[in-house]
């Protein structure tokens, strides 16, 4: 819906007018600050719990950010529980700046995480409440007329199915949930190849209260194995994904607000966020009758 | 309030008595081709060194000792009339007055008075010359008053392609537009690209920066006084044209000779047109209808009604989704003369404007709608006093309704649910008087006070909080119904207005003026340019009134018998409670909006330099404007100091450009063929860039250090036209016109906004890794050529 409103004024001026382009801008004297950057999630899952510490960048610079690497990082629970973390502890390239648990443990909802990170010389702290989730219900996929029509990806003009959710949405408590999806294993990061990764983020408020045959993001090919994953947030923590959509997708002041940083629940001006959530997981095949 | 209105009657009682033994002079001054009434003659008896203007209906009335005088009456492209009139008693005398040329173009019938830049006390105000602007080349050819105005000293624009204005350091929302009194409250179409106004249909327009007078209130930072035409009351008129961008056509004509006229006019888009012919499955139109009757019943009476009705609607995908926004307006006026020096306006006046936002899907389907409804009755008094005291006072009372949003799901199976969002409702009175007195030859004052009574009523629920600003969740405590009509928070301000004028010789003298201004009525917009869809709300429980006071000092002098007007004016602009989102605010469907609101302070100052030749063949105006506009409110930029406590640091307002400089010129070389040309330059406006960025998950979010902190480049574009009047229009009543424009002739990259992605070749594919970024400029017009064909018979 926020993509609608958008277009307006720019459909208004943009691509309705023929005349308007866009072309690559040098921005120049940009004050570039490296900041402290924390990751970190704790799921009712096994393995999937990390810390990832490294630093923001230059706007221009290509290649992966900087990456802490001798960082302390613990993480306590109310019950008592304490958690220390280590570097890379199976030592894959693409995990430096990575922090595991020493010991696996698996996340309880109802508790509440405490994070406490030590990187240059600067102590860091979060704490996050990990609620319940249903389980998925049931996914269907049927045909997407308008993807037939004009497919989303004009690369992939075979992704004509959409894939629907269903999920049990309590009624008596305000609820806040993360989607990501799965084609083959791999994460969904847009709708389009044209498109940079998005979130999609809700509150139960703005689905009425339930989430009956909710089109999962992206759409999918005969044959593929289309995933569902939906995570449960606590509200600072919906709040920060809900800024950091907005930064992602800003244009630039002209209409929507200026871009401001998300609000973090990380203390001491990291960038970042700590979060603690349980998953549900789902996946379905499309098999299309010929 | 009483005790206030009972000075007011003895003041008036009072001057009443002073002024026996003495008669009155009073009429309309009217054009002698199609019975338009002229706004701001001016009427001058040498003898006495008095004089008066009309006003806004035409109206003059003046008070002088018995005695046969010789009256001049005069007015920019009319011949001067100077009629003898023995006044013996009270006498009533219509003038018509009679076109300079006889050319033929149209005879202008806005104005002025030649000198009244210098003589007249009002200062900080600009009135459009309709003719000049005609002859402008227009963006596509469509000629439009708001793109004038963004040309005016004082004056900012957001960029090219939007109908905002910024004034003197104002937000876009401290704009009053009225179209004949009734306030317009989105005057863009298509997001801007032209505004409401058909310009065929614009008899008068003006706009008032600073010195307001105490009969405005409502908005900090400008008036802008759009006046229709009323109809030619003498013959029947057909007028119209074919543009790039929309067809229009009027129709005016008598009812009965010289007593009674209408007006019809109609304005439509064409780009539905080139759309489908493109195979384009979005759809754009835009309309404006507007009809005026003018009933002249006896010299004591007459009436008013008019109304306009405007809307776009765009749609995507074949319909799937869409948008629609609009205006529609009601004005009923009565003019009556109780006597010969007290003339009475009485205007009802309802406003809608509205907007609809609707996306058709079995799963996801809504529409969402959301308006605000205006009702508003206004008296004004005017009272000539004599030649040397006009007073004017009066009452207006207006009711306003928002209705922020409400939400139907489109089919059985849409996940969104019916969806109502609390109604507001407010309550607005207005109390002013004011006079316009002449001390001496030198010196002329214009005072007043304007009392400003604000309800925020029910019936509503207010919704109370722990923390109403609480950083990131703001929980609702408590909750309060309020019954019809029952105050749920009041304001009342008190607002002094004045003006002063000392002349330093009959073509120069100097100004100055104080006022302050409230507003009550506040636009929640989100980025720097206003959209429709940016709710309007009320003062309330959450929002506090917005206060400017304002200074402003001129120099006025006019050249080569008022040829030339110069001016100089720089103004200082505080104001109070100036009103913004949080920083990350969610805007969207939020029941908990009020939450969001922040407001602080706001601080502008400025100098403005104006050069305006208004006759011979070649007019033009140049301007120059230096200005700086900050804000500082709690919860907007926030950054955190040395001590890790948040504060909201001081930025630039998005419209803040330092300087400003316009060239207009306007040269009729002979009947046939008449050039324009218009050259503006600005500094860029201020835009939020990234200072860096970082790795979370998947994403690639950019570092913000601070708010406005980056200005985009500079921007210039320098617009031709060329307007053909064929030579056989003399002889014939049917009557072509050419106007060939070209916009942006040497294709100047004017940024209209700079966004941030991953770095993507042409073909919008990934360039690497996907972690490097790029930034990217929107421009929308380069080198624009146009063809306009217009008409009347």
């Known amino acids: 819906m926020n993509k609608y409103i958008k277009q307006t004024a720019l459909l208004a001026l943009t691509a309705l007018l023929v005349t308007a382009c866009d072309e690559e801008y040098k921005m120049d004297g940009l004050k570039t600050q490296s900041t402290v950057v924390i990751e970190g999630l704790v799921t009712n899952l096994p393995t999937r719990q990390f810390v990832k510490v490294s630093r923001s960048g230059d706007f221009y610079a290509s290649g992966k950010t900087e990456r802490i690497t001798n960082a302390t990082v613990q993480v306590t629970d109310n019950a008592g529980n304490t958690y220390t973390y280590v570097h890379n502890p199976n030592g894959h390239a693409d995990s430096v700046g990575y922090y595991k648990p020493a010991v696996p443990f698996i996340g309880q909802v109802g508790r509440t995480y405490n994070l406490t990170v030590q990187a240059d010389g600067e102590t860091y702290t979060a704490s996050d409440e990990m609620f319940h989730i249903n389980p998925i219900e049931e996914l269907e996929f049927r045909v997407d007329d308008d993807q037939v029509d004009e497919p989303e990806d004009e690369d992939f003009p075979n992704r004509i199915y959409e894939v629907l959710m269903t999920v049990e949405e309590p009624q008596e408590t305000r609820d806040y949930y993360l989607f990501r999806t799965y084609r083959n294993g791999e994460r969904i990061w847009a709708e389009s190849s044209e498109e940079d990764p998005e979130i999609y983020v809700t509150d139960d408020v703005l689905v009425g209260g339930e989430i009956n045959d909710i089109a999962i993001p992206g759409y999918f090919e005969n044959g593929e194995v289309a995933g569902a994953e939906i995570y449960s947030l606590s509200r600072p923590v919906f709040i920060y994904y809900r800024d950091l959509s907005k930064i992602l997708a800003n244009d630039g002041g002209m209409f929507d607000p200026p871009p401001a940083n998300p609000r973090s629940n990380i203390s001491n001006n990291a960038y970042g966020v700590f979060q603690a959530s349980a998953i549900s997981y789902d996946e379905i095949r499309i098999e299309a009758a010929e | ?793």
């Open chain 2, 1 to 793: 309030m009483i005790r206030f209105l009972i000075v007011t009657m003895l003041l008036f009682l009072n001057v009443a008595a002073w002024s026996q033994g003495k008669a009155t002079l009073n009429g309309y001054l009217k054009d002698g081709a199609n019975g338009e009434v002229l706004i701001g003659v001016s009427v001058y008896i040498p003898q006495l060194k008095a004089g008066t203007t009309t006003n806004p209906y035409g109206f003059y009335s003046i008070t002088v000792p018995p005695g046969t005088y010789d009256v001049v009456y005069s007015f920019i492209g009319y011949n001067t009339q100077t009629v003898s009139i023995a006044l013996t008693g009270d006498v009533s005398r219509s003038i018509e007055m009679g076109a300079e040329s006889t050319m033929m173009q149209e005879v202008e019938i806005s104005g002025e008075r030649v000198d009244a830049n210098v003589v007249g006390i009002q200062m900080s105000k600009n009135t459009l010359n309709l003719g000049q602007v005609r002859k402008l080349p227009a963006l596509f050819g469509e000629v439009d008053i708001l793109k004038s105005v963004q040309m005016l000293p004082g004056v900012i624009s957001a960029g090219e392609g939007t109908s905002a204005f910024f004034v003197r350091g104002g937000g876009g929302d401290q704009n009053l537009i009225l179209m004949d009194e009734a306030p317009i409250y989105d005057a863009s179409h298509l997001g801007g690209l032209v505004s409401v106004f058909n310009a065929d249909v614009i008899k008068d327009s003006e706009l008032y920066k600073g010195g307001i007078p105490a009969r405005f209130g409502g908005r900090l930072s400008s008036i802008l006084e759009v006046r229709t035409i009323d109809g030619n009351n003498k013959n029947f008129q057909v007028q119209g044209g074919l543009g790039t961008l929309a067809s229009r056509l009027s129709v005016q004509g008598p009812i009965k000779q010289d007593k009674a006229s209408f007006l019809l006019s109609g304005r439509v888009s064409n780009i539905g047109a080139y759309l489908k012919a493109a195979d384009v499955d979005n759809g754009v139109t835009f309309y404006d209808l507007n009809g005026k009757i003018n009933l002249k019943v006896n010299d004591k009476n007459r009436f008013f009604i008019s109304g306009y009705l405007g809307r776009d609607k765009i749609t995507f995908d074949d319909g799937d989704a869409g948008f629609g926004w609009g205006n529609a307006t009601a004005t009923f006026r009565w003019n009556h003369l109780f006597n010969e020096r007290l003339f009475s306006n009485t205007s009802l006046i309802a406003s809608r404007f509205d907007y609809s936002l609707e996306i058709n899907d079995p799963a996801q389907g809504f529409k969402w709608t959301s308006d605000l409804t205006e009702v508003s009755l206004k008296n004004d008094l005017s009272y000539f006093i004599n030649t040397n005291n006009e007073l004017t006072f009066g009452y207006h009372l207006t009711s306003r309704r928002f209705q922020p949003a409400r939400i139907v799901p489109s089919s059985e199976g849409s996940l969104f649910k019916r969806t109502e969002f609390e109604k507001m409702y407010a309550l607005d009175h207005a109390l002013f008087i004011s006079n316009e007195q002449r001390i001496n030859d030198q010196i002329s004052l214009e005072y007043g006070v304007r009392l400003s009574i604000f309800q925020n009523v029910g019936p509503g629920k207010v919704y109370w909080y722990e923390d109403p600003q609480a950083a990131d969740n703001p929980v609702r405590s408590d909750s309060s119904e309020y019954n019809r009509w029952e105050t749920i928070k009041a304001y009342i301000n008190l607002e002094p207005r004045l003006g002063v004028r000392y002349a330093l010789g009959e073509d120069k003298s100097i100004k100055a003026s104080y006022n302050r201004m409230v507003q009550n009525t506040h636009q929640m917009a989100a980025g720097t340019v206003p959209l429709p869809f940016n709710n309007w709300a009320p003062s309330g429980p959450y929002l506090k009134p917005q206060v400017a006071d304002q200074v402003a000092l001129g120099y006025f002098q006019n050249f080569k018998d008022n040829m030339y007007e110069g001016s100089v004016e720089v103004y200082y602009k505080d104001v109070n409670n100036v009103t913004d989102f949080a920083d990350n605010a969610e805007i969207l469907l939020n029941e908990d909006l009020s939450t969001e609101y922040r407001q602080g302070d706001s601080w502008a100052y400025g100098a403005e330099f104006m050069i305006n030749k208004k006759k011979g063949k070649l007019t033009g105006m140049a301007t120059y404007t230096w200005s700086k506009v900050m804000r500082k409110i709690d919860g907007v930029n926030q950054q955190r100091d040395a001590d890790g406590n948040v504060y909201g640091k001081t930025y630039a307002a998005g419209y803040d450009r330092r300087n400003v400089a316009n060239i207009i010129a306007a040269y009729d070389y002979n009947d046939k063929w008449t050039f324009g040309a218009s050259f503006t330059y600005s500094t860029g406006r201020p835009i939020t860039l990234p200072s860096g960025k970082y790795e979370l998950d998947g994403y690639m979010p950019n570092t913000i250090s601070e708010r406005n902190g980056y200005r985009m480049p500079d921007f210039h574009h320098l617009d031709l036209s060329v307007t053909l009047n064929p030579r056989k229009n003399a002889t014939r009543r049917f009557k072509g016109q050419w106007v060939f424009s070209v916009y942006n002739v040497y294709s100047r990259k004017n940024a209209f906004t700079i966004y941030t992605r991953t770095k993507r070749d042409d073909d919008n594919h990934v360039i690497g890794d996907g972690t490097q970024k790029e930034a990217r400029m929107i421009y929308l017009f380069p080198v624009l050529p146009s063809v306009t064909y217009n008409i009347k018979f």
